[in-house]
């Protein structure tokens, strides 16, 4: 049985999906072993985090190899502008502004705070993206975020009046010396949020792509507000977000009750509706996931039977879980198309489909598209208008799978 990384309690097993390859590292020689862990997720019946219950060496995710670069769409762009300039209102009236940002990626945030002149600094441990942040004139500490070098950027730049963090809290397997770190390093009045994937969002719609080695925590104000009491800090404020297929920002404040805004009271309220503070919220995910993994393994069989190819759009890393659960590989998709320079001409962990360019995609004009970055919806069904006028049609599985 697997211990609590926050409390130290016994976690109960929500699902297990088996050995799983690291969900960034695409593979550049089919001869070479991939790297396998056992993949499963429990449940924290003390402190109600939903958490890995093994989980990855850091250093083998993160580094100069690091395939995710976060400006890869227009509306994620869009997101974080509007992100910089929360935090540009924030700071504005500051005396010595200083914004702090876990997990800055290639700085599509802090490009912006960088632009206003306003002291920062992101913290990214992986090279690669660091140097893309850097060439847009963002300050990077290149290390990992924890409680120790928390210490040296407080001893080297003073207290920060704004921390933040998007798609990297739920990264941190020691989330404990994340929280003692931003304890340090937060001014008095100063404000930390961050951003991840909704445990909600996951349990209602059972998209369980979303669990992979990266995404050791599955949050929700219920289990945030817990954490947070442990190193003196109060969840103040919860506010939806679209991105990622439905993600939370959490804000966090220094004590003082009155700050707690109206929405906490009416987020948890539905959270508790969904028991996800009890083991009953988690009883029908493995049977909702089951029956949409056969399902989509089906649809493409079929497709298949009538003599019909059919490409995927998106090599994310959460479609590593979902196709390698749904025994989906070569077999029945030639492709995944993707506009990352780095991805294309490899192939995707574990399943070896062939990641292909999208100008690879516009001129093959496959009939079927499995659409694996479903969270950017939108923005592609916007961008294949062409595509889908000529006839072809892309496969979505949450929460159902669905041709369209
Ligand atoms: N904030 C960006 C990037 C998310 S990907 C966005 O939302 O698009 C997660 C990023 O967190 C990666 O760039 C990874 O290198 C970084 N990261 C992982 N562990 C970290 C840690 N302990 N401290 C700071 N950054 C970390
Ligand atoms: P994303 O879903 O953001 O993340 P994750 O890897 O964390 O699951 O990844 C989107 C992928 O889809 C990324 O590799 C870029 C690719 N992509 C395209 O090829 N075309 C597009 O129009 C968009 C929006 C994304």
């Known amino acids: 049985m697997s211990l609590c990384k926050i409390c130290n309690n016994d976690l109960e097993t929500v699902i297990s999906f088996g050995e799983m390859p690291i969900s960034n590292r695409f593979v550049s020689d089919l001869t070479e072993d991939e790297f396998l862990y056992d993949l499963s997720i429990g449940f924290c019946p003390e402190c109600f985090m939903v958490q890995l219950e093994e989980c990855v060496d850091p250093a083998m995710m993160f580094n100069e190899d690091y395939a995710y670069f ?12 509007e992100m910089a300039s929360e935090i540009i209102d924030i700071v504005s009236e500051k005396p010595s502004p ?42 990077v500490l290149e290390d990992f975020f924890n409680a ?23 990264h941190i397997e020691d989330i404990n010396s994340v929280f003692q770190g931003v304890s340090v390093l937060l001014k008095p009045e100063g404000v930390f949020f961050f951003e991840d994937p909704y445990l909600a969002d996951i349990i209602k719609k059972a998209s369980f792509d979303q669990i992979y080695d990266e995404h050791v925590y599955y949050f929700s ?10 190193h003196g800090l109060q969840l103040v404020n919860m506010v939806p977000q679209e991105v990622h297929g439905g993600s939370m920002r959490y804000y966090l404040s220094k004590g003082s009750e009155n700050r707690v805004t109206k929405n906490i009271g009416a987020l948890l309220a539905v959270e508790k509706g969904l028991n996800l503070h009890s083991l009953k919220g988690y ?40 196709l390698i659960y749904s025994k989906v590989g070569v077999d ?61 049609k892309f496969i979505t599985f ?7």
């Open 148 to 170: 120790t070098s928390a210490s040296e950027i407080k001893n080297r730049y003073g207290q920060a009046d704004v921390i933040c963090g998007a798609n990297v809290m739920c």
């Open 221 to 230: 104000g219920l289990a945030v507000s817990e954490l947070a009491k442990r």
């Open 70 to 81: 976060s400006s890869i769409s227009k509306a994620m762009e869009d997101h974080f502008e």
């Open 98 to 139: 200083f914004v702090l940002e876990l997990g800055c990626n290639d700085g599509i945030m802090l490009k912006h705070v960088a632009a206003h002149g306003i002291p920062h600094l992101g913290i990214e441990p992986s090279a690669n993206v660091a140097a893309s942040a850097r060439q847009k004139g963002v300050h």
């Open 332 to 392: 029945l998709i030639d492709y995944v198309s993707d506009t990352t320079p780095t991805k294309i001409g490899k192939y995707t962990p574990g399943t070896h489909i062939p990641v292909k360019s999208h100008e690879h995609f516009i001129l093959d004009n496959p009939p079927y598209t499995v659409l694996l970055a479903w969270n950017h919806k939108r923005e592609i069904l916007e961008k294949e208008k062409e595509y889908r006028e000529k006839g072809g």
């Open 283 to 322: 009883v029908s995910f493995k049977k909702r996931v089951d029956s949409i993994s056969s399902d989509f393994k089906n649809t493409l069989l079929k497709i298949r039977a009538e003599g019909k190819r059919i490409a995927a759009y998106g090599a994310t890393s959460k479609s590593t879980t979902f």
């Open 398 to 404: 949450f929460p159902e799978v669905t041709i369209e």
